[in-house]
T-cell receptor, first 113, second 117 residues
Framework: NAGVTQTPKFRVLKTGQSMTLLCAQDMNHEYMYWYRQDPGMGLRLIHYSVGEGTTAKGEVPDGYNVSRLKKQNFLLGLESAAPSQTSVYFC????????????FGNGTRLTVT | AQKVTQAQTEISVVEKEDVTLDCVYETRDTTYYLFWYKQPPSGELVFLIRRNSFDEQNEISGRYSWNFQKSTSSFNFTITASQVVDSAVYFCALSEGLTSGTYKYIFGTGTRLKVLA
């Protein structure tokens, strides 16, 4: 059982370039989340989705877009990367209802130069 | 607004010492859930425990124990007889119910635990 899979694991971008991070889960979870982790700031929510075709903004959505065309996939896009988006990105999924723990992917380390 | 505070940024202990990681939360919800996660040096996030707001019983799992006190809005985590493998960043989290009926998960800033041999 793969759980939550993130691709790629590492990426280096130049300022202004675009890219898409892919998150795939095989647990049939309704809820999916994208977080970024920065030193001293913990995990901050970028966007989330409560089901196929729905997305919502989290705490730090600016500069990012997301799509949930299929239930198992949640894509995070950076249209024009900036150095401030250098971070480790985590995708997570859960059954929902607030009492279920998040299942995390292994993260994507992104550097924007 | 809901909030999770982990005031201890970094703790260093010598192996076999006991250590407590503090977590204080703020919420207006009457029903809520608290979680602890471990992030070892390899980087993945590992779920440790969940506690709901109606269950104030302490929990023990091997060398790990958790103390939940609603009166002080705290959900502290104690490692007994620490080991080098316990070295990690530990995150406390709170699930927040939204008016839409969905939930968001709010994380503290984490406590880095270093266990020295």
């Amino acid at each position: 059982n793969a759980g939550v899979t993130q691709t790629p694991k590492f990426r280096v971008l130049k300022t202004g370039q675009s890219m898409t991070l892919l998150c795939a889960q095989d647990m049939n979870h309704e809820y999916m989340y994208w977080y970024r982790q920065d030193p001293g700031m913990g995990l901050r929510l970028i966007h989330y989705s409560v089901g196929e075709g729905t997305t919502a903004k989290g705490e730090v959505p600016d500069g990012y877009n997301v799509s949930r065309l299929k239930k198992q996939n949640f894509l995070l896009g950076l249209e024009s990367a900036a150095p401030s988006q250098t971070s480790v990105y985590f995708c997570a999924s859960t059954q929902g209802a607030g009492n279920s723990p998040l299942h995390f992917g292994n993260g994507t380390r992104l550097t924007v130069t | 607004a809901q909030k999770v505070t982990q005031a201890q940024t970094e703790i260093s202990v010598v192996e076999k010492e006991d250590v407590t990681l503090d977590c204080v939360y703020e919420t207006r919800d009457t029903t809520y859930y608290l979680f602890w996660y471990k992030q070892p040096p390899s980087g993945e996030l590992v779920f440790l425990i969940r506690r709901n707001s109606f269950d104030e019983q302490n929990e023990i799992s091997g060398r790990y124990s958790w103390n939940f006190q609603k009166s002080t809005s705290s959900f502290n985590f104690t490692i007994t007889a620490s080991q080098v493998v316990d070295s990690a960043v530990y995150f406390c989290a709170l699930s927040e119910g939204l008016t839409s009926g969905t939930y968001k998960y709010i994380f503290g800033t984490g406590t880095r635990l270093k266990v020295l041999a």
